[in-house]
């Protein structure tokens, strides 16, 4: 199992950025899949799963109404476009692949990418 995150970058408040995971080496559409974060000094913090089918998606507290989660089945990715980006999402952000929904279990994780939201 592998998992490559990228798209992560420098960007203004107030901007966008989409991130990437790319999955291989497992049958993809059969996991959900999840992005967290962890900011200098934090704890994890999740911020968006969503279903192997696609079809439930989740979000955390903090991002809901500016994140969106999907995932393409066909190229094996799942994506998260991030908008109105706030210092506060600062963070190095992973993908993981869920084994258990109800309490977001992972096994795998993706190396993070860093996002830093900065003017």
């Known amino acids: 199992v592998q998992l490559q995150a990228s798209g992560g970058g420098l960007v203004q408040p107030g901007g966008s950025l989409r991130l990437s995971c790319a999955a291989s080496g497992f049958t993809f559409n059969w996991y959900a899949m999840a992005w967290f974060r962890q900011a200098p000094g934090k704890e994890r913090e999740f911020v968006a799963s969503?279903?192997?089918?696609?079809?439930?998606?989740n979000y955390g507290d903090s991002v809901k109404g500016r994140f969106t989660i999907s995932r393409d089945n066909a190229k094996n990715t799942v994506n998260l476009q991030m908008n109105s980006l706030k210092p506060e999402d600062t963070a190095v952000y992973y993908c993981?692949?869920?084994?258990?929904?109800?309490?977001?279990?992972?096994?795998?994780w993706g190396q993070g990418t860093l996002v830093t939201v900065s003017s």
């Open positions: 969503i279903a192997g089918t696609g079809g439930t998606k």
């Open positions: 993981a692949r869920i084994t258990y929904a109800l309490t977001r279990e992972t096994d795998y």
